[in-house]
C-alpha cells in the first residue's frame, strides 16, 4: 500500500494550498480516508477525513470552513483545499487510510503516508 502525498509548500499568512493523496496497492472502497499534520515540538493531530463510500466528512475544529477535504473515485485520489492559511497550520501533513472512521480522537491507522511540509509565514 502506498499514499503518496504532495502539494506542500511556503504560503503567506492568508493564502491557500491544495494538497493531494494518491492512493494504491489495495481497494479503498470501504476506506476512510485523510489528513493529520504534526507541528514542532507538538503531537501528531487529526485535521480532516472522507469515507470514500458515500462521502460522509469530517473536520477538526480548528480548520472547519477554511479547509475543504474531497475525493477523486475515479483516481482515488483525495485532495485538501486549505485557504485562509494561518501561522499556526505550519506542520508536516500526512495522507492516512483507516477501516474505521477517522475523526478527532483517532491517534492510529492502518495506513500512514510520508509527509508534505506546509508553511505558512506572518
Known amino acids: 500500500v502506498q499514499l503518496q502525498a504532495s502539494g506542500g509548500g511556503l504560503v503567506q499568512a492568508g493564502g491557500s494550498l491544495r494538497l493531494s493523496c494518491a492512493a494504491s496497492?489495495?481497494?479503498?472502497?470501504?476506506?476512510?480516508m485523510g489528513w493529520f499534520r504534526q507541528a514542532p515540538g507538538k503531537e501528531r493531530e487529526f485535521v480532516a477525513a472522507?469515507?470514500?463510500?458515500?462521502?460522509?466528512?469530517v473536520y477538526s475544529d480548528s480548520v472547519k470552513g477554511r479547509f475543504t477535504i474531497s475525493r477523486d473515485n475515479g483516481e482515488t485520489t483525495i485532495y485538501m483545499q486549505m485557504n485562509s492559511l494561518k501561522p499556526e497550520d505550519t506542520a508536516v501533513y500526512y495522507c492516512?487510510?483507516?477501516?474505521?472512521?477517522?475523526?478527532?480522537?483517532?491517534?492510529?491507522?492502518?495506513?500512514w503516508g510520508q509527509g508534505t511540509l506546509v508553511t505558512v509565514s506572518s
Open positions: 472522507v469515507r470514500w463510500s458515500g462521502g460522509t466528512k
Open positions: 496497492g489495495r481497494t479503498f472502497s470501504r476506506y476512510w
Open positions: 492516512a487510510a483507516n477501516q474505521v472512521v477517522m475523526e478527532p480522537k483517532t491517534t492510529a491507522v492502518d495506513y
